[in-house]
């Protein structure tokens, strides 16, 4: 197999970077958050979110990052690849809880 030139290494991994998407994990906070407008809302919840996301959405396009659009708009964009993505009701509604709890608030 051949090797990259040295050259094009520096390229290479800027490129990558560009790609990458933060998706992050849900913190005990962020539960605690979702929780005042989701009462009982577990961060176990959010994982599962996150993970129904990262695996129904990344099929079509790069997923974008929860922080990036406010949690008021969240539910709307995800309605609108609900059947193109073939989402459940289960994985709608947990894909929306963990986006919106990582959301900033709208303003």
């Not at 539910?75 to 709890?101: F, K, Q």
Request: glycine residues 2%; aromatic residues 2%; charged residues 25%.
């Amino acid at each position: 197999m051949r090797r990259l030139a040295p050259a094009l290494a520096p390229a290479l991994a800027l490129a990558l970077a560009a790609c990458t998407v933060d998706v992050p994990r849900a913190t005990p906070l962020d539960a605690e958050r979702a929780a005042r407008t989701r009462p009982g809302t577990t961060l176990a919840e959010l994982d599962r979110g996150r993970t129904t996301y990262l695996s129904k959405c990344t099929g079509c396009h790069r997923p974008v990052a929860p922080r990036s659009i406010d949690a008021a708009s969240w539910p709307e964009h995800v309605d609108e690849m609900r059947e193109r993505a073939h989402l459940s009701p289960a994985e709608h509604d947990a894909i929306v809880l963990y986006l919106t709890a990582l959301a900033p608030a709208p303003r």
